[in-house]
């Protein structure tokens, strides 16, 4: 036996013991639990981790994932796993805890697999909880969350399905106490039903008329916490360099409609901007570069900042309707009545805009570092997308507003460093890597701060020199990077 080739999971029953013992005697085979063994030489949590659903279904046959386990079917973070099944007694692994209950068997919506086992359907799960109470069950505030992401993810119409479905389930097993929590709860997701029926801040503004999305919110708030430990790192915008600064407006919201498909070459956006002269076969074009210029060189208008969730809504719809007059079929100062996304990132839904905008920005409130201030409200607003369009220009200038009205250094991305800028943004959504935004920002307001906008000739001549003008694909196929002046 010395030279068999072992699976990567052994059970007691696919050997005889004597050759098991040997084995694992040899060190040819590691005992994971009492019958599990496995002869890989890597961390044993890994084995188990790839393996739970073997282990799962051997030592389990038929068993329910529900309780905690039915919102999302896997082990959590700790590796628990709740199961309804005859066994009596836990079983632990490295890595891996499955706790059985005793409980009625597969109920009308459950999900069989091919392995015997069973998946809880939404409606039971809800149910279960609903009824159970201690650590192997959501706590009541898990629940409510669950229900609230239902709600956003799904719509009304899922969520009343999920509640009828729970009913008749509650009938059949004798839990008409538990289905009048759930009922309470759902009826206050779907504002049917008062707001104090419920303990959550998520349900309780829904219920309120203010709903939000909540892991947008969860996003905020650790990117507040990320950016209220940065050192601050002040760039003021001196008075005596007011002159380099003086065509500085031009090249940013040149720059800003760029980053959004808006290609003009400098000559044709200064014709525009100075000279009135709109292209007839693009004016809609023309219009978002000077609406843009109309906002970002009014320094009364930059000076103003939201101090309240309330001024930010007000802003931004003011604001917008300046950027987009020129599309009235983009619905300009109004926020979306249709989902948006861009590639895989869906943004928030219609319905959630005004109450994460709000609670977002409460979530940020505590911030005083202008930098930190600036970038937070470039991405609330960036990560809302409020907007049908326009959405990435008015979150730069909700961005340089705040910067401006602290006397900093404005910030200003230019073509090549886009991709950058963009990857940043999809990093922070999809990963909560804050720190390539930061970094990202960083860069690009000390570059604005060392350019010299005086006059054209003297800003072109240093873009050019620092690639700031390039291509950014063919930048970044030939590795050519902004550089500081």
Do not use: C
Not at 181 to 209: E, K
Not at 379 to 384: I, K, M
Request: charged residues 25%; proline residues 6%.
């Amino acid at each position: 036996m010395r030279g068999r080739r072992w699976p990567d999971l052994v059970f007691a029953g696919d050997a005889p013991r004597e050759t098991l013992s040997r084995a694992a005697t040899a060190g040819r085979l590691r005992r994971l639990a009492r019958g599990i063994y496995t002869p890989a030489h890597e961390a044993p949590e890994q084995v188990v981790r790839r393996n739970w659903w073997r282990i799962l279904a051997h030592e389990f046959p038929g068993a329910i994932i529900g309780d905690r386990s039915a919102r999302a079917p896997h082990p959590d973070e700790g590796g628990r796993l709740t199961v309804i099944h005859s066994r009596r007694r836990p079983i632990e692994l490295p890595g891996l805890t499955i706790i059985p209950r005793r409980g009625p068997g597969p109920l009308t919506g459950d999900q069989a697999t091919p392995d015997g086992l069973w998946i809880s359907s939404q409606a039971r799960g809800l149910l279960d909880n609903a009824a159970g109470a201690g650590a192997r069950y959501l706590s009541g505030e898990e629940l409510e969350h669950w229900v609230s992401d239902l709600l956003t993810r799904h719509g009304e119409f899922r969520l009343n399905a999920l509640r009828d479905q729970a009913r008749d389930l509650a009938q059949q097993t004798g839990r008409l106490a538990a289905f009048e929590r759930l009922d309470r709860i759902v009826a206050a997701a779907l504002v049917t039903g008062p707001a104090d029926a419920v303990a959550s801040d998520a349900l309780r503004a829904r219920a309120a008329g203010m709903p939000y999305d909540r892991d947008r919110l969860d996003r905020f708030t650790a990117l507040a916490a990320f950016l209220g430990d940065l050192a601050p790192e002040p760039l003021p915008a001196l008075a005596a360099d007011e002159p380099r600064r003086r065509l500085l407006p031009f090249y940013e919201a040149y720059f800003s409609n760029y980053i959004e498909g808006t290609e003009f070459t400098l000559d044709e956006a200064a014709a525009i901007v100075f000279e009135h002269e709109v292209p007839s076969s693009r004016p809609q074009d023309a219009h978002d570069v000077v609406g843009t210029y109309q906002l970002v060189s009014d320094e009364a208008e930059m000076g103003r900042t939201p101090a309240t969730g309330d001024e930010l809504i007000d802003l931004l719809l003011a604001r917008h309707a300046i950027v987009m007059a020129g599309r009235p079929d983009m619905a300009p100062g109004q926020f979306k009545d249709r989902a948006n996304r861009a590639g895989s990132t869906i943004f928030v839904a219609p319905e959630l805009v005004r109450g994460t905008l709000r609670a977002g920005f409460d979530g940020g409130a505590s911030l005083v570092d202008p930098f930190a201030r600036a970038a937070f409200l470039m991405f609330l607003v960036s990560e809302v997308h409020p907007f049908t369009d326009g959405n990435g220009r008015i979150a730069r200038v909700m961005m340089n507003a705040e910067l401006v009205r602290a006397g900093e250094v404005r910030i200003i991305v230019p073509t090549v460093y886009r991709l950058n800028y963009l990857a940043a943004l999809r990093g922070a959504t999809h990963n909560g890597r804050f720190e390539a935004l930061a970094a990202v920002l960083r860069f690009a307001q000390k570059y604005t701060a060392r350019v010299d906008f005086s006059s054209r000739a003297v800003a072109e001549l240093a873009l050019a020199r620092t690639n700031a003008l390039r291509d950014p694909n063919e930048a970044e196929d030939y590795g050519i990077r902004l550089t500081l002046p």
